[in-house]
């Protein structure tokens, strides 16, 4: 996996070359102009925590902003304590394609992938 991390700060979240093209079409297809992928960590799953991707063109005040090649993640301070350093990633596979969050403070996850535990 080619990984393109922020010019501006060694952690946040980074996104890699195929997360970068995948978000570009799906901003493209949106057709709104200041969309960023908003990333929230929310109590449930599984393991204890899951993570939420939606599309924002708003800012809070407790907002953090990481732009990579032109491409906006936002996170609030909150989720940023159990995200950061993450690198999200598009993958494409037989099972279909999704996007994932190699997470380096989760110490666990659930079989499906989809919640974390970072006790």
Partial sequence: MDTVQPDSAP???????SAIAQLNDLFAAEARQGLMLRIVVDGGGCAGF?????FDDVLNEDDRTFETEG???VVD???LEFIDGSVLNYVES?????FTLENPNA??????G???SVY
């Avoid at 952690?11 to 890699?16: A, D, E, F, I, R």
């Avoid at 899951?50 to 939606?54: E, G, N, P």
């Fill in 114 to 116: 989809s919640s974390f």
């Fill in 77 to 79: 301070v909150a989720s």
């Fill in 107 to 112: 110490t666990s996850s659930c079989g499906c």
């Fill in 50 to 54: 899951t993570y939420s991707f939606d």
């Fill in 11 to 17: 952690k946040g979240v980074g996104l890699s070359v």
């Fill in 71 to 73: 491409v906006k993640v």
């Fill in 94 to 98: 037989l099972g279909g394609n999704h």
